[in-house]
């Protein structure tokens, strides 16, 4: 990145093909897939903007993925749909279940039990689970404050345990 | 893609990118272009106070109480400036918690502290001289020397609220140059300062906030959707 910030377009390029990836399924939770592409490009000109904010002491995946929401955000703020219609949580569910044939049992329980959850519970538990950001990290994300998103990742997945259990318990 | 996870950057994407990739400096930290804002607005001040002059009453004040309240304005404001700043940094912005007690310090200097320092205080009616106007006039044109340089320093960096960072930078920076006015005006009066003193600070958050409305417009203008 401090390549990047110094000129370097072959820095650039290989910042985007390193995390391009999970920008873009990151996008998808807010986004149809064929936008998600086109949601990416504006999520790395937006990056490009704003790379004089990046400090090397700074984790870098953290700042991009703050800079990606913002653009998601914009888009469906833009599009006038509400958050919660948009999410796709394959990927969550998909992390959540462990084995393939619990996957079978438990994915119809789980989504139901995520379209329960509270659209802020469940892209902490998005951001915890499937790419793995600490809660400060998430914090740095969503703006939230660092408590606020330990208690939301909790009750998520208090929630989707229970729902496992029983899932478990009717197989 | 190149292999699993790696992909090409588009052409398109990189195209827009080459036309404007000349090195860059990061930006400084919040705190050091808080406490640089803060001295330039105190040297706005100065100058201001060089030529206005004083309040005429400013030798009998110089107690702990008036100090106090001086010192509170300037850090309030500064505090402000500063969480506009870091608010104007992704994944290094302020949390809920730093805004809202930064907005209400700032309010708070503005609208509470002049009745409890008017209840306090003995006024000399016959020593205010300074028309309401020229008060309100003052404290814009002593905080737009801070808040200009704040919102170029906001554009040069890239809040994800731009409202919320317009809004800090603007009552900052009119928190600060109300300050100045702390000083300058004999009135303690608690309408004419709350009305002339915090109604010019307000107008600068104001200003702020259309400022941040602008930058989230440019924004959205540059964006596919």
């Excluded at chain 1, 990145?1 to 873009?24: C, K, L, N, P």
């Excluded at chain 1, 619990?102 to 915890?128: F, G, I, K, N, Y």
């Excluded at chain 2, 940094?89 to 503005?110: E, F, H, K």
């Excluded at chain 2, 020229?134 to 905080?143: D, E, H, I």
Aim: charged share 20%.
């Amino acid at each position: 990145m401090v390549r990047y910030q110094g000129g370097d377009e072959e820095a650039f390029r290989e910042i985007y093909m390193r995390t391009s990836g999970a920008i873009e399924r990151y996008l998808k939770r807010w986004s149809d897939s064929s936008r998600a592409a086109d949601l990416t490009q504006d999520v790395y000109l937006q990056i490009h903007r704003a790379r004089r904010t990046y400090r090397p002491e700074l984790p870098l995946r953290p700042w991009m993925f703050a800079i990606a929401r913002h653009v998601a955000l914009q888009y469906i703020r833009t599009r006038g749909r509400r958050i919660a219609e948009l999410q796709d949580d394959s990927a969550l569910i998909a992390a959540a279940v462990g084995s393939p044939e619990a996957a079978v049992v438990a994915r119809h329980d789980l989504t139901s039990a995520l379209s329960e959850l509270s659209p802020e519970l469940r892209e902490s538990l998005w951001l915890s689970e499937v790419e793995g950001f600490t809660s400060v990290e998430v914090a740095r994300i969503t703006g939230a404050s660092e408590g606020a998103v330990r208690v939301r990742v909790h009750r998520a997945r208090q929630k989707l345990r229970a729902v496992l259990n029983q899932s478990g318990g009717d197989a | 893609m190149t292999e699993a996870g790696r992909r090409e950057v588009p052409q398109a994407l990189l195209e827009r990118i080459r036309g404007d990739l000349q090195p860059i400096r990061p930006v400084l930290r919040p705190q050091t272009r808080a406490v640089v804002v803060a001295l330039l607005a105190v040297i706005a001040a100065i100058v201001l106070l060089s030529i206005h002059g004083a309040r005429q009453d400013l030798p009998s004040l110089a107690s702990p109480m008036f100090l106090g309240m001086l010192a509170a304005r300037i850090a309030a404001g500064s505090f402000l400036i500063f969480v506009a700043l870091r608010d104007a940094m992704p994944a290094g912005r302020a949390g809920p918690a730093a805004v809202s007690t930064a907005l209400a310090a700032g309010v708070a200097v503005l609208f509470l502290l002049p009745p409890v320092y008017a209840s306090i205080l003995v006024l000399d009616s016959s020593r205010i001289h300074v028309g309401s106007g020229f008060c309100y006039a003052l404290v814009l044109g002593t905080a737009a020397v801070p808040f200009v340089i704040v919102y170029w320093l906001i554009t040069r960096a890239y809040p994800l609220s731009p409202l919320r960072a317009g809004l800090l930078a603007g009552l900052g920076s009119g928190v600060l140059a109300e300050a100045a006015q702390f000083v300058a005006c004999s009135n303690a009066r608690p309408a004419h300062t709350m009305l002339f003193h915090g109604g010019g600070a307000l107008t600068v958050a104001l200003a702020g906030l259309l400022g941040g409305l602008a930058l989230s417009l440019r924004r959205r203008r540059e964006m596919s959707f």
